[in-house]
């Protein structure tokens, strides 16, 4: 199983297409931050943050959901794991797992620049600012999980990326 988990994700990073995706998506919001911080005006910036953490279910869910399941139902991948040995389960939670993996990353990557920016720009900001991007983030993983599981049942069910990507 772990080594189905780092195949996957080894052919997640090498998919030019989805790097160049996260890339503007993280280009855009760091824009974005720059931008609000640089004009002084501190709650806006605030207000701008949370509104970024609070829709990273949205955009990140869907790229996610993507990476995971694409090239397996395309190629039939989930099949062969489980005529090479894997169990249906293992297969399950190891897509599981390759999307808690992706979700943790690419949301903390946003934090990550969220924060950074007002330090660059030695913004005074509250703790409590810092505090809020954490549970935000880790609200919208948990969001994330909770669309990427639901989302699974119709994968699994009728092996077909698009109708789950629907309902996600």
Known sequence: MQRYVHADLKRIRRKKSHFIVLLCIYLIIALIAVYNCSTGNLKEFQNMANIIAGTLT????????????????????????????????????????????LAVVYDAIVALILCLVPVIFHASLPTSFFSAIAVSTIQSILETMVFYNISMIVIFATLHANYAEILY
């Open 58 to 101: 949205i955009y990140f869910g869907i790229i996610v959901f993507f990476a995971v399941f694409s090239a397996d139902t395309r190629t039939r991948t989930m099949q062969i794991a489980i005529g090479s040995g894997l169990s249906r389960s293992q297969v399950v939670w190891s897509k599981e797992l390759e999307g808690l993996i």
